[in-house]
């Protein structure tokens, strides 16, 4: 069974940066395209970034040119860097294994790990 553990989040000003990570067991890490996901209060989870299994990304209009999404397979980690954080950045931060249409492939989430961008 897949196992998805987020960390990295935490509360930063605007403007600021933050390192999410998100560790992958229990599935071939390499072969799988990875997405990073954001639930803000009262709304869906929507997908922010993804990354294929060789390293092609893609990202949300609304996080590009400010977010990046990376991997290591080594350590079956993906990354996401966030610069230039805004309030509406605020969310709890999700990763999952994805398919090639962007959704999620492991029914059992992470625990998530919390982003809030605040003065």
């Known amino acids: 069974q897949v196992q998805l553990v987020e960390s990295g989040g935490g509360l930063v000003q605007p403007g600021g940066s933050l390192r999410l990570s998100c560790a992958a067991s229990g599935s071939i890490f390499s072969r799988y395209a990875m997405g990073w996901y954001r639930q803000a209060p009262g709304k869906q989870r929507d997908l922010v970034a993804a990354?294929?299994?060789?390293?092609?990304?893609n990202y949300a209009d609304s996080v590009k040119g400010r977010f990046t999404i990376s991997r290591d397979n080594a350590k079956n980690t993906v990354y996401l860097q966030m610069n230039s954080l805004k309030p509406e950045d605020t969310a709890v931060y999700y990763c999952?294994?994805?398919?090639?249409?962007?959704?999620?492939?492991?029914?059992?989430w992470g625990q998530g790990t919390q982003v809030t961008v605040s003065s």
């Open positions: 999952n294994q994805i398919d090639n249409r962007g959704r999620p492939l492991v029914r059992s």
């Open positions: 990354i294929t299994s060789d390293g092609s990304t």
